[in-house]
Each structure stands twice: as structure tokens, then as C-alpha cells.
């Protein structure tokens, strides 16, 4: 393959230390390297990034863009897509849908933006298969998914008998089976209750049959991450879930992990790095924005950031990603069930509901977001308070739950108001008064700078999800994906919003893996993107043993044992990772 | 005042999607400039002279500009889709989504008018003198939010989902309906002269539905509040006595919607 040469750019690599210098970069093989040779360098692509931004490419660790509820989201909705169309050309396929576009759209508009890696945030076991078919449909992007575990019957009984080697186990087993890459848990404990109509609302409710508390489960889940040693922590949908009040809850679950020590036993070989760029993490909190609601009831909602924000400033095992709501039409889609038949009880719109056999549930329903409405107005200024308050941008990263509080499209708006306090106050003035008035926005005088951008939209992202030892910098040995944005950092203008946002949504460039793939915003190559998956081992006669009850649990499936892997042939390119072989002894409890 | 005549050349196969005939953009162009607006055909873009002949006569603004086209366009989808100003007069059958989504300006079909006639109009006037298809005035699939303003009048029968979550405005059909007229309904007002089959204001918050003729499978959710003679709905007076219901409390527990039927 040929080489590349980003010449003469601004770069920001958080991870390097690098802060808006001026330097080359050169990808040879689609990796990062020091240098080229004279032969190299005659024949290479030369993208000429004078006075122009250079980071790495985006990395989005929290988006729901592949599986069943992503399908139903499309389903249920066509007045989403007839007038949010995508024309074919001679190398793209076309597509339509705004809030849940197409795999293909999805993908192109990801690259239009400057994304080149995007995970999938909830993988039902069941629907791995349907995950898979459809990031196999999704053009250019790296991928991958986590599954969920929160609710799962065979985790709940081991976690109850105190069996957590047993429950990692049945993880890793499950892991390497339908090809996840880590452990994502959704309001622990109260979606098996949706079962029966109803929920768990405080951390030591014990649910039914299986008895077992919020609290164990999320101790016990972060136990598995760290004794099998994935490459991500705990991915954590708190309980009680759009909620007024539910910033204590959201608190208190992040203590549970206070004081575990984040291990990651991957074999992989790590690009160079200045900063350390191993996860420090053993909670990564999904969604903040959605559980940190103030007041006790819809009539003295608020902000709740705050109290939350406080916690996570004095606390290093915490990284959060904001789901901002940036305002307009969205997709609720979740594994909440009952959060989501609470928000269908107060919109009276459509609503999807699906049981998901012996695993986990979910609920789609089409939201509209409106600055006139004051819960919109005050959801707004707390997706940025959060990013804004956490004083240490290395705990937070920036998504919008796409497509839960906005669409990923609407990312450069969201950049806009990071980094504008001007953006900030015109949206203010068009809002519900308590925009500002229950939040503390207001007051905020922080604006984010370019540095920091990159922090909370690459490099976070990857050293979060344990990626870092490939994407989200531009060390020697890391993926040649790159973004070239069209801003001279030393004549940007933050009280030009609409400039700023223009910039973002459309950067000049994006590199992947060394090759151009969109230029401003029109799509130029359509390689085809790798999906990472872990697998984990533990020990071999445990293995066995959990095995014979997950066999003999299996007549509740409804389909067959030897139905259920989902085998690699699914995954374009796919890239396993090795987790804790050879193998760690296990010492039982 | 200008007139642009297109007159069609002969059948049409593949249904042809015509968003650019609207006086708003045809206006002031030059002949030859229209004959090439192009035009979906199936996969194909074509331009617009190959299936029109077109006859430019003056120029004006679009208030002033008057599209008349001169025969059979049943297989012409889209016309005057979005039109904001001016007049078209289609002398013969009209395709699927005449007029939808205009915003104002007037148009008038001599005879039958296909599937969603003005769907999600915000103004005008859609006049259609034959029969109308489903759909008429009626939100697109899967969204609950249908036409806005303005008015449609339809002068025979119109079939199912007439006013399909209507929001505001009014739409007038001198014959029958289907099923399903003035569904999830929320504003606007629906008169149907003649009879309808069921599910008249199914789901229904708000707004006004009036039957002249037999609904032949009343909706269960609606309860009686009196008769009244001659009632005015806003502005639009009915003629004869009639039972006035509200509902849809199917839906809701405070509904909205009043739902007037002729006794008979």
C-alpha cells in the first residue's frame, strides 16, 4: 500500500502530548510511522494541512447503530426516512433515515464527519447474530459491540451463589461465542422484573425469583471485568433511569467499584504513546445526562449534575460519556424496557417492547426534543454541564446516545457549545427559561479548546474502551486514521458558531487506515472496516461445569444449543482479541 | 398573468415523479429551460420535454403563472409537491401526491386525483372534481402529525384515511369515505357529505369531524353530548339536525374531538 503525508498541520494528540504543533505525519502500510524513506515519501499521497487542524480519527464509544432494536427503530418509524435520503453514486449505496438511517448511511455520514471507529453500546446474546449482519453491511467503519449481562439469568443465579469465577466463566464463554467485545450492563436486576410489570428502584431492592440486588450484580460485573481483564471496564446503565431524582442513585452504583483496581490482561501490541494510555477506569458510565436528573417530580425537575459532578471530580475509577441532547427529533431505544414505557406513558406516541427469553429486554419509542419544552430545555444544559463541571477532560467523553438525546450527526453542534460560551447563551435565549434557570449553565464560563475536543471525542473514547493501543492518537504503530479539519487554531473564532459547527461537520479529510475515504464530506473510498471482539479464557474444567447448567437451562431457549454461536464468518475483518491466555490460575472462593 | 401549457405525449409507462411542475419554479423560464427540468423515471433522470410538450405563453411572477396541463397525468406522481404560489389546472386525471405538501397557491383537477392528495398540506387550495384516492390530506406513514392549513375539497368519494392526523385546516368531500377518516385526528375540521364505513375519528384529541350520511360501524370510544340544528363548526356551517359526540376516549381521558352526525 501506498504511503501518506499529512504535511504541515496543526496536530492534537492528547495521548502524545501534542497540542496544536506543527508536524507531518506519515502512514505507511495504514500505521503511523517516524519517517519515510526518500522512494516512499516521491510516491506518496501528500494531503497539504497548512493552517489547517489535524487529530486523530473519531472514535465513538457509545452509539446504538447495529441489532434489533436498531432495526425496530427503523421499522416503526418511515416518516423518519422519506425526507432524510442519501442518492447512490458509483461507489456508494444509497440510503434514507435521519434519527436510525440506514447501515450504509450510517456509515458514510459517520466518515462524512470524520469517525472512523464506532461501537454498538447493547448487544442482546440473541441478537448477536442480527448485530452482526448488519456492522457487516456498515461501510469503512471499525466496529464492535458490547453485550449485555445485567440481566442475564445465568449471571444473576452465580452472582446470588457468590460464584463469581463461575459467572466469568459463562462471560467469557459468551464473549468468544457470539464475538463481543465488552461487558455492558443495563439497569441491573429491575429489567428482569419488567417481566412481571415492574422494576427496581433503590440499590438493594432484590428482584424477583432470582432475588438478587442492583448492587450485586454491578459489584459483580465489574469483579468479572477485572478477573478476566477486558480491554474496557463495566459499561453501566444505571437504574432508575430518566427519573427525576436519580442522580443519588447514579452515585452511589459508581461507588460500588470505588477501589477495585483496573486490570487489562489483553496480548496486544501497543503503538508508541507518551501519555499512559492504559484505561484507569473500572466503571465507564453510560449516558450520564440521562441519570442525573434533579427535583423529586416532573413539576421541580432539574439539573442534578452537580451532585454527581462532585463525586466524579474526587473520584479516579469513573469515566462518563455525557449523552447530550442537542435538540430535534430522536429514537429512544434501550435495554431499559420499563424506562422506556415510562416515557411512553408521558409521550402517547408509538412504542416497541421486547422480551428477550432467558437475557434482557428492550423498548423503542420516537422522541422530539423542543426548545420551547422546559425538561428539552434543562436535558440540554445538563448534557453540557456534565462536560463541562468534570474538571479533568480524561473522565469524559462526548456522545449524544445516539439516537437517545440526539443524532450523531448533530455531534458538531454539541462541539459548538463546548466550545462557545456565545453558542451557548443564543440557544439559551431560544429555550425554555429553565434551561437556565435549573441548571447551573449559565454561570459556566469554560470553553473547551481544540486539545480538549480531541480528548473528549478520540482519545478518551479509545482508552476507555481499551482501544488506545491502536486508535484515538497518532503514535508510531497506531491506525493511520486521521481527521483534517478545516480550522486555523490560531485565528479560531468561538463567537462564530455557525462557522465552528460548519467545520466540524464537514472536515476536508478523513484517513483511514492511511487512505482518503471522504473529502469534504463527499465519500471517495469504501474499504471495509474490521470488527474487534475479546476472547476471554478462564479455566478449563470451570468452563465444563458452567457449561452443563447453562446446557441444562437451555430448554427455556427457544431455539437450539448448537443454534446459538455466532459463528466469525459474520465479521468483515475481524480482529480477536486475547484475553488472560495463558491462563491466570483461578482461585476459587 | 403567464401560461405554461404542458401537454403529455401519449402513455406513460413507469410512473414519472414530477416534483418541479409548481408555478413557484417554473415561473419566468424560458421554454427551453423547462423542457429540461428534469424528472424521475424508475431509476432514470429524463428531462421534463419527454413526456410534456410544452408551450410557454408570457412570463410573470409565480402569483401570476398558471400551469395548465392538458390531459391524462395519472402516471405523473408529485405535481405542485411543495408549491408556495400560483394556479395549476390538470384537465384530466392527476397521479399519487397532487399537491402534496403546498404551501399555498391553488390547484384544481378536472377529473380523479390518486393516492395522498395533498398530504401534509400547510395552505392553498386543492380542488379535485372527480374522486380522490386514500390518504387524502393525511399525514405520511408512521407519523401522527398530517396536514397543517389549508383546504382541500374533494367534489366525489374519497377512500380510507381521509385527514389522517390532521392538525389544522379543513378538507370537504361531497361523497363517501372509507375507513379510518379524520384518524388520530387533533385540529382541523373534516365534512363528509355523503356516508362513511368505520373507524370515523378513530383516536381522535381534537378538532372537528362532520357526517352528513350513514357511518356504518360508529367508533366505540365516542359518547353523546345533544343534538344540535344548524350547528357552525368555527366558521363552517352544517346544515339539518345533529347528534354531536366527543371522543376518541379510546385514547385519551379528557379527548378533544367533537364528532357531529346528521340524523337520518
Not at chain 2, 387533533?186 to 352528513?212: P, S
Request: with cysteine; charged share 20%; net charge neutral.
Amino acid at each position: 500500500m501506498a504511503a501518506t503525508i499529512i504535511k504541515n498541520g496543526y496536530v492534537f494528540d492528547p495521548l502524545n502530548g501534542i497540542d496544536g504543533e506543527i508536524k507531518d505525519i506519515f502512514i505507511k502500510d495504514g500505521k503511523v510511522v517516524a519517517s519515510l524513506s526518500g522512494a516512499e515519501a516521491r510516491d506518496a499521497t501528500v494531503i497539504d494541512a497548512t493552517g489547517k487542524t489535524v487529530m486523530p480519527g473519531g472514535v465513538d464509544s457509545h452509539s446504538h447503530v447495529a441489532g434489533a432494536k436498531v432495526n425496530a427503530g427503523r421499522l416503526m418509524r418511515p416518516e423518519d426516512h422519506y425526507k432524510s435520503v442519501r442518492a447512490k453514486t458509483d461507489i456508494t449505496h444509497s440510503g434514507s433515515g435521519y434519527t436510525v438511517p440506514s447501515v450504509y448511511k450510517q456509515g458514510y455520514d459517520y466518515a462524512a464527519m470524520g469517525y472512523t471507529t464506532v461501537f454498538e453500546a447493547a448487544m442482546p446474546p440473541l441478537e448477536a447474530r442480527h448485530t452482526h449482519e448488519e456492522m457487516r453491511s456498515t461501510p469503512i467503519l471499525d466496529m464492535g459491540a458490547y453485550m449485555v449481562f445485567g440481566n442475564n439469568w445465568f449471571i444473576m443465579r452465580y452472582l446470588k451463589d457468590g460464584d463469581v469465577e463461575k459467572a466469568a466463566a459463562y462471560v467469557a464463554w459468551m464473549m468468544r461465542t457470539h464475538k463481543a467485545y465488552g461487558i455492558k450492563c443495563v439497569n441491573p436486576a429491575g429489567v428482569e422484573n419488567w417481566g412481571w410489570a415492574k422494576n427496581v428502584h433503590g440499590l438493594d431492592d432484590h428482584n424477583i425469583h432470582f432475588d438478587i440486588t442492583p448492587r450485586e450484580v454491578i459489584r459483580g460485573l465489574a469483579e468479572v471485568n477485572e478477573l478476566l481483564g477486558l480491554p474496557m471496564s463495566l459499561h453501566l446503565h444505571t437504574n432508575n433511569l430518566g427519573h427525576p431524582g436519580n442522580w443519588e442513585i447514579t452515585r452511589d452504583s459508581l461507588q460500588i467499584t470505588s477501589g477495585m483496581d483496573p486490570k487489562n490482561k489483553t496480548e496486544v501490541e501497543w503503538a508508541e504513546t507518551k501519555e499512559n494510555a492504559r484505561r484507569k477506569q473500572c466503571v465507564y458510565l453510560a449516558h450520564a445526562q440521562f441519570s442525573s436528573f434533579g427535583g423529586t417530580s416532573w413539576r421541580d425537575f432539574g439539573s442534578g449534575v452537580k451532585g454527581l459532578v462532585d463525586y466524579v471530580n474526587g473520584a479516579d475509577h469513573v469515566v462518563i460519556d455525557n449523552g447530550a441532547v442537542p435538540f430535534g427529533p430522536a429514537t429512544a431505544m434501550t435495554g431499559d424496557g420499563p424506562a422506556i414505557h415510562d416515557l411512553y406513558m408521558l409521550s402517547g406516541q408509538k412504542w416497541a417492547n421486547c422480551d428477550i427469553e432467558l437475557e434482557c429486554g428492550s423498548g423503542v419509542i420516537p422522541l422530539m426534543y423542543l426548545k420551547g419544552s422546559p425538561i428539552s430545555a434543562v436535558q440540554w444544559a445538563m448534557g453540557l454541564e456534565l462536560l463541562l463541571l468534570i474538571k479533568d477532560p480524561w473522565k469524559t467523553i462526548m456522545t449524544t446516545d445516539h439516537p437517545n438525546g440526539g443524532v450523531f450527526t448533530q455531534y458538531p453542534q454539541v462541539i459548538t457549545w463546548l466550545m462557545s460560551k456565545k453558542a451557548r447563551d443564543d440557544t439559551a435565549k431560544e429555550c425554555h427559561k429553565w434551561a437556565y434557570d435549573r441548571s447551573s449553565l449559565g454561570g459556566v464560563d469554560r470553553e473547551l479548546g481544540l486539545y480538549e475536543i480531541a480528548i473528549l471525542t478520540r482519545a478518551n473514547s479509545a482508552r476507555t474502551i481499551g482501544l488506545s493501543y491502536r486508535k484515538g492518537h497518532l503514535g508510531v504503530g497506531a491506525d493511520g486514521d486521521v481527521t483534517v479539519y478545516d480550522l486555523d487554531p490560531t485565528k479560531l473564532n468561538v463567537n462564530d458558531p455557525a462557522t465552528l459547527m460548519q467545520k466540524f461537520a464537514r472536515p476536508d479529510y478523513t484517513v483511514k487506515d492511511g487512505q482518503i475515504v471522504a473529502k469534504q464530506g463527499q465519500i471517495v473510498a469504501v474499504p471495509k472496516g474490521r470488527r474487534y471482539y475479546c476472547r476471554p479464557y478462564l479455566d478449563d474444567t470451570l468452563e465444563k461445569e458452567m457449561l452443563v447448567d447453562v446446557k441444562n437451562w437451555f430448554k427455556y431457549y427457544t431455539l437450539g444449543f448448537s443454534n446459538y454461536p455466532v459463528p466469525e464468518k459474520y465479521l468483515t475483518n475481524p480482529v480477536p482479541i486475547q484475553v488472560n491466555k495463558p491462563l491466570e490460575a483461578v482461585v476459587r472462593r | 398573468m403567464a401560461e405554461i401549457v404542458l401537454l403529455p405525449k401519449g402513455k406513460i409507462g413507469i410512473n414519472v415523479e414530477a416534483e418541479v411542475i409548481r408555478p413557484d419554479l417554473m415561473a419566468g423560464k424560458p421554454k427551453a429551460e423547462i423542457e429540461g427540468m428534469r424528472v424521475w423515471q424508475g431509476p432514470v433522470q429524463l428531462p421534463l420535454k419527454e413526456f410534456f410538450d410544452v408551450d410557454v405563453r408570457g412570463a410573470a411572477a409565480p402569483e401570476e403563472t398558471t400551469i395548465i396541463i392538458d390531459g391524462d397525468v395519472s402516471r405523473v406522481k408529485h405535481i405542485g409537491h411543495g408549491m408556495k404560489a400560483g394556479k395549476i389546472e390538470i384537465r384530466g386525471p392527476a397521479g399519487m401526491h397532487v399537491g402534496a405538501e403546498m404551501a399555498g397557491g391553488i390547484i384544481i383537477v378536472e377529473k380523479d386525483a390518486g393516492a395522498w392528495a395533498g398530504m401534509e398540506m400547510k395552505g392553498g387550495l386543492l380542488q379535485v372534481k372527480g374522486n380522490a384516492g386514500d390518504h387524502t390530506g393525511s399525514a405520511y406513514r408512521g407519523s401522527w402529525r398530517g396536514m397543517t392549513g389549508g383546504q382541500i375539497v374533494i367534489e366525489g368519494n374519497a377512500r380510507s384515511q381521509v385527514g389522517a392526523g390532521l392538525a389544522g385546516g379543513q378538507i370537504v368531500v361531497s361523497g363517501n369515505v372509507e375507513n379510518f377518516c379524520g384518524m388520530r385526528q387533533g385540529g382541523g375540521l373534516i365534512v363528509v357529505k355523503g356516508d362513511a364505513i368505520r373507524g370515523v375519528g378513530a383516536e381522535m384529541a381534537g378538532g372537528n369531524i362532520a357526517v352528513y350520511g350513514i357511518i356504518r360501524q360508529f367508533s366505540p370510544g365516542f359518547v353523546e353530548m345533544g343534538r344540535e340544528e344548524n350547528p357552525k363548526v368555527g366558521d363552517f356551517p352544517l346544515e339539518g339536525m345533529f347528534v354531536k359526540y366527543t371522543g376518541d376516549y379510546a385514547i385519551s381521558k379528557n379527548p378533544k374531538g367533537l364528532l357531529y352526525s346528521k340524523e337520518v
